[in-house]
């Protein structure tokens, strides 16, 4: 409402109380008041709508629409005490959101979903294709035999059978040792943190659980040694090549091949270590004369093996190369100290900054008794 306006209005209240009516004039007199307070009201909205970008709704805006209504203009006459005033369809909507977005506040408070949505790492582990056992000392060792010759035969030495010398094998050893190793990592967190937010605590010890496991799945697999690691099954003496592919051989008869290679050297294959490519790279293989998948029909449950052997598949080992072992026979993880989690506050400068260190690691060896017992090659 204009200021003219608000004072053409109180002059007709003031037309129409007789001066003898007291109880009148203080009841209009409230109700002028009440009259001046809200159109103060009304002119302090019409001002912030008139801040916003652009009309709140088409032309006209609620304000607007609200002083230039006949039942308004009714209430400031004194015909009525009660103003209806209908809004069009989507004023009011179009109003509250607008004045949303110019104080650039949502007015429904967001809900929060507790907790951390974690990036997936994998479940298979190297690991668990072994054995495991433990060790209470810092270096296993073990004897390796090198070499057997085998001379076993019957007594005979031409022409005789009797009073002659039996013929005699040979064996030779090496003693073979695997150092215990640490893995570790660590990662600074802030009391206040872990005390406004406890399960960040748990969430931050997880994520380094598995980060590790990941890291030893890697040194398990293929650790050089070098820098303190592991020397894992894909270093150099540890393994045994796979044969070569004949012409017009496909992945699953090289895997084939390379299981009766391992049981020309008496070992038993129980698991092929393969990357997700290359397993899917297997199940895509049709026959050529029917076109029907080789390891069965895509809306059938696809059995994870090939040729009888379990198959494992894993980000641990490359694209494009396989591991085939007789798992049990050769190798064994010895744990020194199992994977653990510790919390420190003295680690450092942290009681001065009023920090923490999470902290997760491992102790453990890896024996590989038996190199022939795993055939690594390359699709």
């Known amino acids: 409402m204009q200021p003219n306006e608000r004072k053409e209005a109180l002059e007709l209240i003031k037309s129409v109380v007789d001066p003898g009516m007291e109880h009148v004039r203080d009841t209009l007199n409230g109700f002028k008041d009440k009259i001046t307070e809200n159109s103060d009201r009304l002119i302090a909205l019409e001002q912030k709508r008139a801040a916003m970008p652009g009309p709140v709704h088409g032309s006209v805006g609620l304000v607007e629409h609200i002083t230039k209504s006949d039942p308004f203009k009714a209430l400031l006459g004194g015909s009525t005490t009660r103003a209806r005033i209908e809004l069009p369809h989507g004023m009011l909507e179009t109003a509250t959101k607008a004045a949303i977005v110019s104080q650039g506040q949502d007015l429904s408070p ?38 057997f010759t085998n001379n076993a035969g019957p007594q005979y030495s031409s022409p005789n059978f009797e009073n002659v010398t039996k013929p005699e094998s040979g064996i030779t050893f090496t003693l073979a040792e695997a150092p215990v190793r640490t893995l570790a990592h660590w990662i600074p967190i802030s009391k206040q943190v872990l005390a406004d937010a406890s399960y960040m605590a748990s969430y931050v010890s997880t994520r380094l659980m598995q980060g590790l496991k990941v890291k030893e799945d890697l040194q398990l697999l293929a650790g050089d040694g070098s820098g303190g690691g592991l020397e894992g099954i894909l270093q150099a003496g540890n393994f045994v090549a796979a044969p070569d592919a004949s012409t017009g051989e496909n992945q699953l008869d090289r895997l084939l091949r390379t299981l009766a290679a391992l049981a020309v050297d008496e070992m038993m294959g129980n698991g092929i270590l393969l990357h997700p490519n290359d397993w899917a790279d297997l199940q895509i293989i049709k026959s050529a004369d029917s076109g029907e998948y080789m390891l069965g029909s895509p809306g059938e449950t696809t059995s994870l093996t090939v040729w009888g052997v379990p198959v494992y598949a894993s980000t641990a080992i490359a694209e494009g190369t396989f591991l085939v072992g007789d798992w049990a026979m050769g190798a064994q993880v010895w744990d020194r100290e199992q994977a653990a989690v510790q919390v420190s506050f003295e680690h450092s400068d942290n009681f001065t900054k009023n920090m923490a260190t999470i902290l997760v690691e491992e102790r453990l060896a890896l024996t590989v008794y038996r190199p022939k017992a795993f055939r690594r090659g390359t699709f």
């Open 110 to 147: 967001a809900q929060r979903l507790p907790g951390v949505v974690a990036n997936p790492l994998r479940s298979r582990r190297i690991r668990d294709l072994m054995p495991v056992g433990t060790t209470g000392s810092n270096l296993v060792e073990f004897t390796r035999e090198n070499v």
